[in-house]
């Protein structure tokens, strides 16, 4: 079992194929050894803030990026973005939106709240397994982010 605090990749998915489908291909490129999946937006933000069931997690160990869904149970997905990145503690985190939403307003808000990047989920199974997979790459071992 892996330590909470060793999270690097959070991932905010409900639908269950939608969630297993990019653990596989995280999995397939070695990146989903420290992945945590919640399910809904308020799980997100209580494993983010460390609070509810997440309440001894230190909120200094930051995942290295957020896959978020924005259509979520409980609370939205523009909501959790909003919320991660106008508080001092997590605005750095890098927030990568994984969406089925063509809606142009998703897109502009997500931008206005601070998201890094904005993709839309491939319909066709094997490009959206080689979206997840570039996604995973560049956020994992590409990017330089601040400590």
């Known amino acids: 079992m892996m330590n909470i605090s060793d999270v690097e990749i959070l ?8 969630a297993e489908l990019t653990l596989r291909a995280l999995k397939k490129n070695n990146l989903a050894n420290k992945i945590h999946l919640v399910k809904d937006g308020a799980e997100a933000l209580d494993y983010i803030f460390a609070a509810g069931a ?3 997690r230190n909120v200094g160990n930051k995942p290295k990026v957020i896959f978020l869904d924005l259509k979520l149970p409980k ?3 523009l909501e959790v973005l909003q919320k991660i990145k106008t508080d001092d503690r997590t605005r750095t985190i890098p927030i990568v939106v994984l969406t089925s939403s063509h809606e142009e307003r998703d897109l502009v808000e ?5 998201v890094n990047s904005y993709i839309v989920k491939p319909v066709d199974f094997d490009k959206f397994i080689q979206a997840v997979a570039q996604l995973g790459m560049y956020w994992m071992l590409l990017n330089k982010q601040p400590l």
Not at 11 to 18: A, G, H, S, W
Not at 110 to 114: P, V
């Open 11 to 18: 991932l905010v998915e409900d639908n269950p194929n939608d």
């Open 75 to 77: 609370v939205d997905g």
């Open 54 to 56: 997440y309440a001894g």
């Open 110 to 114: 997500s931008y206005k709240f601070g």
